[in-house]
């Protein structure tokens, strides 16, 4: 292990204590891009884990990162309906927007201006560097990297420090994003005066879901069972499901990957232990061990499809709720841009 996971790991741990003694201390930030719906892989990866910290009385900022679209591709596709579906997607699960802060890039300029002083912080060899711009583009096939591309983790960190957070929520991957936002925030601070906290990443355990066919979950693969579907879509996706020939279900990650992650969701939505749930289906096989599946997954997001049901059937609310989000970042962005500028003696008048 690097010294930098190590101490990622420790601060993570740090924060991780906090949550339980000083909530009021904690502000969490997180974002998604907005590329479609969410499924149930960010539900057990991530949305989870923002429901514990908004019911530890930790204050949410939840961003909705649409700039963040455009970084490796060319079109953003239907930018306006995969907003929407986020904002149905973090509401019906139970963010609550009288506690939580949800916002979208676009709609904040005094971010997105904190960009022009953190790139003057940050040297060029430092973003080439970056490991998870580098996979994020091998993995999108992209040659020729875009300049929003190189210079996104500088946006990230304006993303976090814009408002002061302290806690990120993340994955593994983000860790080099996250080292870059406390590094920028060092340097700001060091050469204009205190200014920003440094933030530490929160880990979450990697409770790690897989698509249908035992690969990672990717809307394109069409191996997705998303929070939006219906009983009867994911029953049909659920039939899809790859499984092997032997009819003894056992829970075995090793040697029988596409099988454990079947289990993995049903022992998630249960919260019964793998070994258990693979014990009760027993030689039951593939077909029983869907029907388990198929069972757990609608019974587990029945209330969550209900009320993302309701909210999409009021898009005057959620608008409000996104205009109301959009109205607070920007007046927590202004006077942080304010208070930045004012540091760096570029206050005028
Ligand atoms: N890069 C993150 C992702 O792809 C999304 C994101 C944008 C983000 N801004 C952020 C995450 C700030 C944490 C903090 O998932």
């Known amino acids: ?22 909530p009021a201390d904690l502000r969490m930030l997180t974002g998604d891009r907005p590329t479609g719906a969410l ?12 429901l514990k910290l908004q019911a530890a009385g930790v204050e949410i900022f939840q961003l909705i990162a649409d700039y963040q679209v455009i970084t490796d591709r060319e079109v953003a596709g239907d930018i306006r309906a995969s907003v929407r579906n986020l904002l149905l997607d973090n509401l019906a699960s ?4 009288d506690r939580a802060t949800i916002f979208t890039h676009s709609a904040v300029p005094a ?7 953190f790139l003057s912080l940050v040297s060029v060899a ?32 304006a993303d976090i420090l814009f408002c002061k957070a302290n806690v990120v929520p993340v994955g593994k991957d983000q860790l080099p994003h996250i080292e870059q936002t406390r590094v920028i925030a060092r340097r700001f601070n060091e050469r204009y005066g205190a200014t920003f906290p440094e933030p530490g990443a929160l880990l979450s355990e990697a409770t790690n879901v897989l698509g249908t066919d035992g690969t990672k979950m990717s809307k394109s693969k069409g191996n997705v069972i998303e929070l939006r579907m219906t009983a009867d879509e994911t029953a049909r996706k659920i039939k899809g ?25 049903v022992s998630m939505c249960e919260g019964t232990k793998p070994s258990q749930v693979a014990a009760e289906i027993g030689d039951g096989g593939g077909g029983g061990l869907k029907a388990r599946l198929t069972d757990a997954v609608n019974s587990y997001f029945a209330p969550l499809r209900e009320r993302r049901a309701e909210l999409e059937a009021d898009p005057g609310y959620v608008d409000e709720v996104l205009g109301r989000g959009n109205d607070r ?15 760096m003696g570029m206050t005028y008048s």
């Not at 499924?39 to 923002?50: P, Q």
């Not at 139970?94 to 927007?97: Q, T, V």
């Not at 971010?111 to 002083?117: F, V």
Request: zero cysteines; aromatic letters at 4%; charged letters at 25%.
């Open 39 to 50: 499924h149930i892989g960010h539900y057990f990866g991530s949305i989870a884990n923002r």
């Open 111 to 117: 971010l997105n201006q904190l960009m022009l002083p």
């Open 126 to 157: 430092e973003l080439q560097r970056n490991p998870t711009v580098k996979e994020e583009a091998a993995s999108a096939g992209i040659t020729s990297i875009n300049g929003l591309m190189l210079t996104y983790p500088v946006h990230q960190a």
């Open 1 to 22: 292990m690097t010294d930098s996971l190590r101490a990622a790991e420790e601060r993570s741990a740090a924060i991780e204590a906090r949550i339980a003694t000083h």
């Open 94 to 97: 139970g963010i609550d927007p």
């Open 329 to 343: 970042a920007n007046e927590i962005a202004d006077a942080t841009l304010d208070d930045v500028r004012d540091k």
């Open 241 to 265: 499901a790859k499984t092997d020939s032997d009819r003894q279900i056992t829970y075995d990650p090793q040697n029988r990957p596409e099988v454990a992650n079947l289990i993995k969701i």
